[in-house]
Each structure stands twice: as structure tokens, then as C-alpha cells.
């Protein structure tokens, strides 16, 4: 006969598994984003337009997950955080997949028109956030708080190439008047790639939490 406990943790299972893949296209969507942006793939960027549909959907399953978990177990103390960071989690990896949007959005608005320069520090920054996403949720599956404290670190890169970006755009803008259209929307992207790494770390917060019972500041 199967017990609570294992009805528990068979459903708990689930609920990990739909993060997981929640992640994984997550994941993906900010690999096609850069992607559509450095190659001026216009039908790519529509296409991740129309997929960011899915990704909400699984928000929703995973909150409905989540909800019917706490309504038939009752979880107290650590089970009961368990899914109410799953619940964080998924509003945090929903946001990041409309940031990836945005992002194609502006390849939309950027259209056929040339970039004015070779994308390099826009890609390294979508990497280390494409990272920052599969260890935060790992973080979370094996309640790893080192893993967990390491976006802190990942974040700080992400935000001196926005940094540096931001520079390098304002001289553009500055040299050639002609660059500052283009040159304000590569702005708005690294801003987007710049907030997404804020989301992975929230999860990383979330994971300690979990773990230690108290919240820390990793956006410092």
C-alpha cells in the first residue's frame, strides 16, 4: 500500500521534473534570442514570439502542480517551502522567457538593417545567464546552497558586461548619431540579458532558503 509520505514524494518528483523541462526551454529561448539578434533571423525571433505561449502554460501546471499538492498533503515546515519556492521558481523562469521575447522583439525592430558592430559581449552574457539558468535549477533539485551562492558570482560577471556594453554603445552613439536607434535597442537587450541574471539569482536565494530556513541578498 502506498503511503502519504510516498504519495508525497511521487508527486514532489513531478512537480521537480516540470521545472526541469520549464528550465530547459527557458534555457533555450535565450539561446534563440541572441541567436535570432546576431544573425538577423526575423522568422527565428517570430517563432520564439509565438513559443513563449508554451512556457506560460507550464507556469500555470506547475502552480496548479503545486496548489493540489498543498491542498491533499497538507506539507508543513520544509516540504511546504518545497513548493512554494516551485511556485517563485516558475514566476522567476516565466519572466525570463518574456525577457527573451523582448529580446526578439528587437531583432523585429532592428529588421534588415546591418548591425553596427559584431555582437561578442551580447552572446558571452546570454551564456553565462543560459548557465546561471540550468545551475539555479539544479541548485534546487539536489538543494545545493554552494551552487546556490555561485550566482552571486555569475551575476556580478553579467553585470560588468552590461556595463561595458553600455559604455561602448554611448561612444557609438556619441562618434556616429546615425548608430543611436540601433545602438539604444542593443542597450535594451543587454538590459534584458542583465535583468534575466537577476531572476536566475532570485532562484539561487530561493534555494537557500530552502535549505537554512532564512533568505539571503544575492543581488548585492
Known amino acids: 500500500m502506498v503511503t502519504k509520505r510516498q504519495q508525497f514524494d511521487s508527486a514532489l518528483s513531478g512537480l521537480r521534473k516540470h521545472l526541469i523541462e ?3 526551454k527557458v534555457e533555450k529561448a535565450i539561446l534563440l534570442s541572441v ?3 546576431k544573425a538577423g533571423d526575423l522568422d527565428l525571433a517570430r517563432q520564439l ?3 513563449d505561449a508554451a512556457i506560460n502554460a507550464m507556469e500555470e501546471q506547475i502552480d496548479e502542480l503545486g496548489t493540489n499538492l498543498i491542498a491533499t498533503q497538507q506539507p ?3 516540504d511546504l ?3 512554494i519556492i516551485a511556485f517563485r521558481m516558475a514566476s522567476d523562469l516565466e519572466r525570463m522567457a518574456d525577457l527573451a521575447v523582448d529580446i526578439a522583439k528587437v531583432t523585429l525592430r532592428i529588421g534588415e538593417e546591418p548591425l553596427i558592430k559584431p555582437l561578442v559581449d551580447i552572446p558571452r552574457m546570454a551564456e553565462i545567464v543560459q548557465l546561471m539558468t540550468n545551475e539555479s535549477i539544479d541548485a534546487y533539485v539536489n538543494e545545493n546552497v ?3 551562492y555561485k550566482m552571486a558570482k555569475m551575476d556580478d560577471e553579467v553585470d560588468q558586461l552590461h556595463s561595458q556594453i553600455l559604455r561602448e554603445l554611448f561612444v557609438f552613439m ?3 548619431p546615425k548608430t543611436v536607434n540601433q545602438s539604444l535597442l542593443l542597450c535594451f537587450v543587454s538590459r534584458y540579458l542583465e535583468r534575466m541574471a537577476d531572476h536566475a539569482t ?3 536565494e530561493s534555494v537557500v532558503y530552502l535549505v537554512k530556513g532564512k533568505r539571503p541578498d544575492l543581488n548585492v
Do not use: P, W, Y
Open 174 to 176: 556619441v562618434d556616429n
Open 76 to 78: 508543513v515546515a520544509k
Open 146 to 148: 554552494d551552487l546556490a
Open 202 to 204: 532570485n532562484i539561487g
Open 22 to 24: 520549464m528550465g530547459e
Open 35 to 37: 541567436q535570432s539578434l
Open 49 to 51: 514570439i509565438a513559443d
Open 81 to 83: 517551502r518545497r513548493i
